[in-house]
């Protein structure tokens, strides 16, 4: 069983409702699935119900070597698109692409317009996936395609950015706003169907999270430096 929560997880015992609750098979390891559901439900929601992305379809991964984005670079491939991975280091596309970008952006170092424009021959993506925000956004939504849909994550980098609102007249585009745990709350038998195919492609192969280390819960401070300090790929698990 996982379980989320919101707050209060960081303990070896929790009292958490039913509805919070995901059934899981008995070989399902622990640590997966502490990683599991958050990354999972916020991506399959993003690309399937909010982007209908389809197979053979373009979709740009900013951040992508975090929690969410490992996740949303297996569910695009899963549904048979392409994936473009846009990370941070060479060290994190290099992870991207072992679990199966089709390419990679180190947007510590290249232009991500000219980046872009290169991989997709001028045209963009058809998705981009933004759990970033701040610098990235305005480049990003410049370069993606006609009737392109632009799914606002969240703002890993601080500032909320603004954007011309033309960029979305011009390129036909939608700016779509991805919000899982109010959907989650609004839609319950939606979000159980969607969680219950989540578990279901875990089982097939087709999506596993990358567990970057596991740290036991003593050391929960360390833990936040090691955020903070960008280095984590994929997610960070406390155990007891």
């Keep these: 069983m996982a379980c ?17 609750c995901l059934p899981l098979p008995a070989d399902f390891p622990h640590a997966d699935a502490a990683a599991f559901t958050m990354i999972y439900a916020t991506s399959h929601h993003a690309l ?15 951040g ?18 392409r994936v473009i991975a846009a990370a941070s280091s060479e060290a994190k596309c290099t992870l991207c692409r072992s679990i199966g ?26 998705v981009v996936y933004d759990p970033v925000g701040g610098e990235l956004t305005e480049p990003a939504f410049r370069s993606i395609a006609w009737r392109g849909r632009y799914l606002v994550v969240g703002f890993a980098s601080g500032p909320i950015p603004s954007l011309p609102l033309n960029l979305a007249l011009l390129k036909g585009a939608s700016i779509v706003g991805v919000f899982w745990g109010e959907f989650s709350r609004r839609e319950p038998q939606a979000n159980a169907a969607m969680l219950g195919e989540l578990v279901q492609w875990y089982a097939q192969g087709r999506i596993r999270p990358v567990i970057d280390r596991s740290m036991p819960m003593a050391q929960l401070p360390a833990a936040y430096a090691c955020m903070g300090s960008r280095e984590v790929m994929g997610k960070l698990v406390m155990v007891n």
């Design 4 to 20: 989320l929560t919101g707050t209060g997880g960081f303990a070896t015992h929790a009292i958490a409702r039913a509805a919070l």
């Design 48 to 62: 399937v119900d909010r982007a209908r992305l389809r197979a053979g379809e373009t979709v740009l991964v900013l």
């Design 64 to 81: 992508a070597a975090g929690g969410v984005g490992t996740a949303a670079i297996q569910i695009a491939k899963a549904m048979g698109a």
């Design 101 to 126: 970008a089709d390419a990679s952006i180190h947007y510590g170092k290249e232009n991500l317009r000219e980046a872009i424009g290169a991989l997709t021959d001028g045209k963009g993506p058809d």
